[in-house]
C-alpha cells in the first residue's frame, strides 16, 4: 500500500499539473484575446475620427449639412418632374418596389410620391418606410478649391522657410553645445550643465514679453526671423539628447584622430557626426513637428497675412469661411499628412525619441 | 615643467569646450536670462511698448489678486488639470500594460495608438470642433443612436472643458510608449523573485510593477501640471471657431489665453509680465512640492538597496 503510494502520488499530481498547466494556456489565450479584443475597439476610437476628417473633405456643403456618420459621401438622386428636381425614392406599392420621386411631405409622417414618368398620379405613402436611392459622391475638387481659396501656397513656403531654416540652426547649434559638454572638462561646464538642463522647466511666458519687446524695436515683428533665429542659440532638450549620445561614442575614436593631428572640430566633424546619424535624425524629426504644428509663437511674431504659417493661416481661413466645412477638413488633411507620412517612415525613431526625450525632462 | 603643461593643455581644453556651449552661452543670455530680468522689471511697470515703462511697484501684483478674470484663469487651468491629467495617467499606463502583452501585432497597435500624438494643433483642434458640433457633430448624433441626448460641448460653459478633456485624451499615445519603455525596463529577476514566492499575476502587479513605475508616473504627473499652464493652441482654436475665444462665458479662459489676451490683445506687458512670474512662481511650487511629497508614495531603486 505505502509503496503504491508513493509511486502513484507524484505520477498523479502530474497529471494535476498537466492539467492546471492547459488551464493555465486557455486562461494565456483568454487574455490574450480579450486585449486583442479592448486595443481593437480602442484602434477604432482613436481612427474614426481622422477617417471622418477625410470623409467630411470629400464631402460637397449640402452632403455636410446631412451630416450623416456614414464615412463614404452619398448623395440622393434627384429626378426632374415638371421642372423641379425632387428626390428619388424606391417604394413599396401593393408589393412591388418602384423608383418614384418624392413631391412633398404630408402630415403623419407620409410622403406624396409620383412616377417620373407619370407625375400626374400620386401616391400618399409612409416616408420612413421607403428608401432614399442614394449613389457615392465624392469631391476631389475641394482640396484645389481650399488650396486656392486662401494663399495656402505661401503659407506653405514660410512654413516651410521657419521649419528647415530652424532645423539647420538648431542642428548646427546643438551639435556644437553638445559636443562641449561630453568631451571638455572645465570648472563651470558642469555648472552650465545643469543650468542648460534647469531651464527645461523654465516656463517660456517669463521671457516671451521681453523678447517680443526687443524684435519689435530691431524690426523683426512680422517677420519669419523670431521664429527661426533663436534656433541658432541651442536648446536644452535637443543638446541634452545630442549629449546623452555623443557620450557613448568611445573616447578612443577621439584619441586616435587626436594622434592623427585633428583638431576638436575636426573630431566633431569626421568622427562624431559621422557616428550620429541616428540622434541627429531623431532631433530633425521632432525639431520637423514642432515647427510645423507650433501656432502660439507664429501668432505671436507674425501680423500681415503674407507672412503666416499653415497653422495660422488654416485657423484664421476658419474663423473666415466657417460656413465651409468641406474646405477647412480639406485644408486640415493637406496639414497633417506630411507629420502622418514622416511618422509611419521612422516609427522607430519616433518612439525612441519620446522615451529619450523624456528622460531630458528628468 | 610637466605639471604647469599638463595645467596649461587642461586649461586650453577647458577654452575649447567653453568656445563649443558659446552659441548657448550667448543664447542664454541674449534669449533666456535678459529677457527674464527684463520682465521682472516689466511686472513692477505700467507698459505698453510704445511709451515709457512707468514704475508702479506692486501695482500690477495687487492688481491681478483683485482681478476676478485671473482667478478664473487660474480655475479653469487647474479644473482641466483635476479632469485630464488622472484620466490621462490612467488610460496611458492601462494601454501601456496591454501593449506590453505579448499579443500578435503588437508593434501594429503601438503604432497605432502612437499616431494621434504626432498629430496636435490647429487642423487636429478644428476637426475635433466639427465632432463636437451640438447638432451636426459626430459626437452628439453617436450619442443620440444609444438614446443620449449630448450636450452643446464646446458651446456650453459646463461642458467646454470635459470636451477638452476628451481631446486631449485622444493623444494619450504619447505618455503610453513613456510607459511602456518603463515596464519593459522593469528587471526580470523581479518578476522571478515574485514567482518563486507564490505571487500571483495581481500580486506581481502591486508589489512589482507598481512600485518600480511610480517614478515614471510622478514625473509625468508633474510635467503634465507644469504643461497645463502653457495649455494654449486647442483652447484658443477651439473656443474661437465656436464663439469668443476664452469663451463660452470665460469656461475656457486658460491660464495662458488670459496672459497672451492681457499682452498681445491689451498691450498690458506690465500686467502680462506679472502673470508669468506668478506663473513661474507657482510652477517653482508644485514642482517643489510634489518632489517633497514624492518620497512618501514614489519608490526608487536606490531605496531598495539601501533597505535590503
Known sequence: METTNTLTAPIQAGKRTER????????????????????????????????YMVSISLRDRSQVRQASLELIP?????????????????????????????????????????????????????????????????????????????????????TMIVTFA???????????????????????????????????????????????????????VDTLLPLIVPQFFANAYDVFLLRQFFMTIPLELDDAAKLDGASPLQILLHVIIPMSRPALVTVAIFHF?????????????????????????????????????????????????????LFFFSQRIFMQGVVITRMAEK | MLNIRSWSLSRREAAAGYLFISPWIIGFILLTLGPMLASLYFSFNQYNIVDMPRWIGLGNYTRLFNDPLFWQSLKVTLYFAVLALPSGLILSFLLAILLNQNIPGVRLWRTLYFLPSVLTGVAVTLLWVLLFNPQMGAVNQVL???????????????????????????????????????????????YDAAKVDGAGRVMQFRHVTLPMMTPVLFYNLVLGLIGTFSYFTQAYVASGAVGEVGGPLRSTLFYNLYLYQNAFDYREMGYAS???????????????????????????????????
Open chain 1, 74 to 158: 452619398m448623395r440622393h438622386i434627384e429626378v426632374a418632374v415638371n421642372g423641379k428636381d425632387e428626390p428619388l425614392y424606391h417604394v413599396t406599392i401593393d408589393g412591388e418596389t418602384r423608383e418614384m420621386a418624392l413631391l412633398k411631405k404630408a402630415p403623419g409622417g407620409k410622403g406624396i410620391f409620383a412616377d417620373p414618368a407619370n407625375p400626374d398620379v400620386t401616391y400618399e405613402l409612409v416616408l420612413k418606410d421607403q428608401t432614399p436611392v442614394r449613389v457615392i459622391s465624392i469631391h476631389p475638387e475641394n482640396y484645389p478649391e481650399a488650396m486656392t481659396a486662401v494663399p495656402f501656397g505661401r503659407y506653405f513656403i514660410n
Open chain 2, 144 to 190: 443620440e443612436l444609444i438614446g443620449i441626448k449630448g450636450p452643446g460641448w464646446l458651446n456650453d460653459p459646463d461642458w467646454s472643458i470635459p470636451a477638452l478633456v476628451i481631446m486631449a485624451l485622444w493623444g494619450v499615445g504619447q505618455n503610453m510608449i513613456i510607459y511602456l519603455a518603463g515596464l519593459q525596463s522593469v528587471p526580470a529577476e523581479l
Open chain 1, 289 to 341: 513637428l514642432y515647427a510645423w504644428n507650433d501656432f502660439y509663437e507664429p501668432l505671436i511674431f507674425l501680423h500681415s497675412r503674407d507672412n503666416w504659417t499653415m497653422a495660422v493661416g488654416l485657423q484664421t481661413f476658419n474663423a473666415l469661411y466657417s460656413i465651409n466645412t468641406h474646405l477647412i477638413m480639406a485644408a486640415s488633411v493637406i496639414m497633417i499628412v506630411p507629420p502622418i507620412l
Open chain 2, 274 to 308: 506679472a502673470m508669468a512670474w506668478v506663473l513661474f512662481a507657482i510652477v517653482l511650487l508644485l514642482t517643489l512640492v510634489v518632489f517633497r511629497s514624492s518620497s512618501l508614495w514614489v519608490y526608487y531603486e536606490g531605496e531598495l538597496r539601501g533597505k535590503g
Open chain 1, 166 to 220: 530652424g532645423m539647420a540652426g538648431m542642428l548646427f547649434s546643438c551639435s556644437l553645445v553638445a559636443y562641449g559638454f561630453s568631451r571638455f572638462r572645465g570648472r563651470w561646464i558642469n555648472i552650465l550643465f545643469l543650468l542648460l538642463l534647469s531651464t527645461i522647466m523654465l516656463p517660456s511666458q517669463v521671457r516671451l514679453i521681453p523678447l517680443y519687446v526687443l524684435f519689435q524695436k530691431i524690426g523683426w
Open chain 1, 20 to 51: 492546471w498547466k492547459l488551464g493555465i494556456r486557455g486562461a494565456r489565450w483568454m487574455t490574450k484575446g480579450i486585449t486583442t479584443l479592448l486595443l481593437a475597439a480602442g484602434a477604432i476610437l482613436i481612427l474614426t475620427p481622422l477617417a
